[in-house]
């Protein structure tokens, strides 16, 4: 049946992001609806995050669109161009390549929920706030290379 009963899809806060910048997803909850539904061209997943959670570190990807569609609650998207409250149905679209850092915060003392699309690559992923970049096939490093301890 296509439709799909997210009681039975595992939720997970689990993050590869070294010691020191994972404290801000502790509170990002999701589940892999695409993997959990058969779906292999694109992801999808079900994202809560509670009040004071961040969605990732602020990043953008040289080859990975992203799509979100915010479901409840609120959240604020942090961009180059500044700061945009998100509530329930806005969306927001990240073209790959393009060089504009985001990332969702819940500043508020509610849950919020979102959806997330993408096309999962194993391409560079950049993080301009902080001492972190994703180079491909090596995983998470400092801007310099070096790994962290």
Known sequence: MPKLDLDTIPQTNATGYPPE???AVEGRWYRRLGSAS????FGVSH???RPGAWSSQRHWHEGEDEFVVMLSGEAVLVDDEGEHVMRAGDCAAFPRGEANGHVLQNRGDADCVFVAVGRPSASDCHYPDIDMHLFEGQG???KDGSGFD
């Open 21 to 23: 910048y994972a404290g």
């Open 140 to 142: 998470f490093r400092r």
């Open 47 to 49: 994202v809560t995050l």
């Open 38 to 41: 058969g779906l292999n061209e």
